[in-house]
């Protein structure tokens, strides 16, 4: 009994309380059947009234142990880049044998739902979040609140741990492939046909093809290349206009080489990237932090 009540002032400590519509409800209620059994005498009314005023006491120290008994922390959720919708992961744990209820993950106006964790499980949530700008982020303020059983009392229970990432620049700008088109004599010639894909403007009118354009869908043909150099080479004030026209189309294009496994240099001002030394996380917060 001892160790159960330490345990549940420990537990109460971590939660703090707010009213809700439903509290001034049973306030009503309660002074309403007192002044029934009061001025009545029935022993019907006394039952009602104990029956009520029970429910209400119980109410607060069952939703304190349904919500004092999670654990929640952060968790690396994959990479955040400025003006491009991300999420926050938030692992939570029930420490406890009992299924916790109707728990809901908060941060500022956004919020998900938990619905229930059974006793001793874990679930990963997903807080939406839209970074405005590059740089180093400080996710804070985020809370647990629950309003189980009765929704008499609103429990929040906040979470002490902060999140630090890194939002990268916004991918943007031109493609790859037309950076490859403006440098064909650099980096390879066009080797064997690969296809079709539609026009966007970037591509040469040489390389129309001129069947599709008769048929109502403008596309271009696209050629695979025979690479001359080893590496791609990025020139920092050669890219864009300003930096951080710059630092989004480097994003971009660090991404496409990623993905196609291509090896490639960036000539910053102060310092020389290269992919075969340094990881593509690595390279990415140099720029966002530029």
Not at 213 to 236: C, H, R
Request: proline share 3%; hydrophobic share 40%; with cysteine.
């Amino acid at each position: 009994m001892m160790t159960f009540l330490h345990t549940f002032v420990q537990i109460n400590r971590r939660i703090k309380r707010h009213a809700t519509r439903y509290s001034i409800v049973l306030i009503v209620l309660l002074f309403g059947l007192f002044l029934e059994a009061y001025m009545h005498d029935f022993n019907l009314v006394y039952i009602t009234l104990f029956f009520v005023f029970s429910l209400g006491f119980s109410a607060g120290p069952i939703g304190i142990l349904n919500l004092g008994h999670l654990e929640a922390h952060y968790i690396r959720s994959g990479r955040l880049f400025a003006n491009q919708k991300g999420k926050i992961s938030i692992e939570v744990h029930n420490n406890s044998k009992t299924t916790s209820w109707a728990v809901t993950l908060h941060h500022q106006d956004d919020s998900v739902n938990l619905d229930q964790i059974k006793g001793g499980a874990s679930k990963i949530l997903h807080l939406p979040f839209f970074p405005l700008q590059r740089g180093t982020l400080i996710h804070e303020g985020t809370y647990l609140q629950s309003k189980y059983p009765l929704s008499t009392a609103r429990l929040v229970m906040k979470i002490d741990q902060s999140y630090q990432a890194t939002i990268y620049p916004e991918p943007k700008g031109d493609s790859l492939r037309s950076f490859l088109q403006e440098h064909e004599a650099y980096y390879g010639e066009e080797k064997e046909f690969d296809g079709l894909q539609l026009y966007d403007g970037s591509q040469r009118l040489s390389s129309i093809h001129w069947a599709s354009v008769a048929k109502g869908d403008m596309s271009v043909k696209v050629f695979s290349k025979e690479t001359q150099t080893p590496k791609l080479i990025f020139n920092f004030y050669k890219v864009a206009d300003n930096d951080e026209a710059r630092l989004s189309q480097l994003c971009l294009w660090v991404l496409e080489c990623e993905r196609q496994n291509l090896p490639y240099m960036i000539q910053m001002p102060n310092k020389l990237l290269i992919s075969k030394k340094e990881s593509t996380d690595e390279i990415l917060e140099y720029l966002a932090r530029y």
